[in-house]
Structure formats: C-alpha cells, structure tokens
C-alpha cells in the first residue's frame, strides 16, 4: 500500500506495533509516526525510554522474547508536544547547518 494510506491507517488506529530490527538503534520510522499520530505504541524498543520528550504514557514495551500484550482496548490516545513535528525537524536541520 502507498505511504499516505499508511498513514491515514496510523491516524485512525488507537495501537500500533512496533518491532524493532534487532540491530537498529534510535527510533525506527514507524514509532515516530505512531507517536506523532497520538497512538499508543507497543514496541521492543527498549531506547525509547531515552527520549524525554516523548511521554511515557504513549508507549509500552514489549520483551522481545517473551512479548505479554496488555489489555488496552480502552486506551485513550494522546496529544504529543511539537518535538517530533516536521516543523521542529527543519529548524533543526537549518539550525544545525548554520554552525
């Protein structure tokens, strides 16, 4: 399927999953969408408690071995700050070229 119906998909999804590429660090793409969209996101990646801007009550984290699904069908979604915003990416990006 096409990237936008991806995610008009995410947009409408309470819960996303997330599993991680093993050797991958940071936070893959389909995370950021997740939490950009206001879904909860249940995924292995266990470095995303290193992100401080991203409220903790948007994610939980799966073991990857012994991955326990928690009931959240209830789960509320969430508004996230601008850190992750295409808006703040590009000041950055400039910000970050101008030194």
Sequence with gaps: ISYHKVIDITRKSKVVLDV??????????????????????????KDLVNYSDIPKESYIILDREHPVFP?????????????????????????????
């Design 20 to 45: 991680q590429h093993p050797s991958q660090y940071g936070l893959t793409m389909r995370s950021i969408e997740a939490i950009e969209s206001g879904c909860i996101l249940l995924t292995t990646n």
């Design 71 to 99: 009931n959240i069908i209830n789960a509320s979604t969430f508004k996230l700050s601008d850190s992750y915003s295409l808006k703040n990416f590009l000041k950055e990006v400039i910000f970050i070229n101008e030194n």
